[in-house]
């Protein structure tokens, strides 16, 4: 009983911190925008070096009521999707084929870290001169750069495996299969997700990172065309949009893991 009522009670602990920070989230960002506006104002910075935020908002209508802003949106978050589909299944894969055997990580290790000391922005250039500037070659960029995160914490996570509860399935004749959707999956479930977090964001970099270096469509291009054009506002426009994007993506993820994980964090109300 005293560890059912322990686990209450942080439980609630954790529930009213949680509503408290949602409160400080809009205080935080509504304080932001007023340094913002008077920094805007007082600062005697020209439009076109720091707009106003009624002057960004202005410019998101404009181009939210015309069609730009919606059919730029659309083409970056079909590649960050396609490039994370991608991006997961390959890291997911690859991982668990190197939990699974110290020979096969030693062997490619070396490669896997080489690929990730080089900085994206290097690569891009040569991937959109390898497979063109169309869709395919940001999809790979945000593949690649989700794939890192993703292929470490599966790894950590099905590593993290107790051996005594390997030991307890194998005692009662488990198939593969069945140690693996009922002991590895569940056990990996919680790391696993933690890098999909990480991943979630950094997609939306890789698809911006690849139409800078070439796109004709997607945020990144308005952004190059609101700097092109001194339309300052336009760029804020597209930057913040990024943002709510990257947002969007990292609270689904975090959804997910509360849907998934629901089973870790309810108490039992039996004894």
């Not at 993290?160 to 056990?187: G, H, I, K």
Request: net charge positive; proline share 5%; hydrophobic share 55%.
């Amino acid at each position: 009983m005293d560890l059912i009522n322990t686990r209450k009670i942080a439980l609630a602990s954790h529930q009213r911190l949680w509503r408290r920070g949602v409160y400080l989230v809009p205080i935080s960002v509504g304080l932001a925008i007023l340094i913002w506006h008077l920094i805007a104002r007082y600062g005697g910075f020209p439009a076109f070096i720091l707009p106003s935020p009624a002057l960004v908002w202005t410019r998101f209508l404009r181009a939210l009521l015309d069609g730009r802003l919606a059919y730029h949106i659309a083409v970056t978050l079909g590649e960050v999707l396609a490039g994370l589909a991608l991006g997961i299944t390959a890291a997911t894969t690859l991982g668990y084929l190197l939990a699974k055997s110290e020979t096969f990580e030693r062997f490619l290790a070396p490669y896997i870290v080489a690929s990730q000391s080089i900085p994206i922005v290097a690569i891009a250039p040569l991937l959109v001169i390898w497979f063109g500037p169309g869709l395919f070659s940001k999809v790979l960029i945000c593949a690649l750069i989700v794939f890192f995160p993703v292929l470490i914490n599966t790894i950590v996570g099905l590593r993290s495996v107790p051996d005594e509860l390997r030991d307890l399935m194998r005692s009662l004749q488990a198939t593969s299969w069945q140690t693996f959707q009922y002991l590895e999956v569940p056990s990996a479930l919680p790391v696993f997700l933690g890098g999909l977090r990480i991943g979630a964001t950094l997609a939306v970099i890789g698809a911006v990172v690849g139409e800078f270096v070439g796109a004709d469509r997607g945020l990144g291009f308005l952004i190059n065309i609101g700097r092109g054009q001194y339309d300052t506002a336009l760029v804020f426009v597209a930057i913040f949009t990024l943002v709510g994007m990257a947002l969007t993506l990292y609270g689904l993820v975090v959804l997910i893991e509360t849907r998934l994980l629901s089973w870790q964090q309810r108490p039992d109300d039996s004894g």
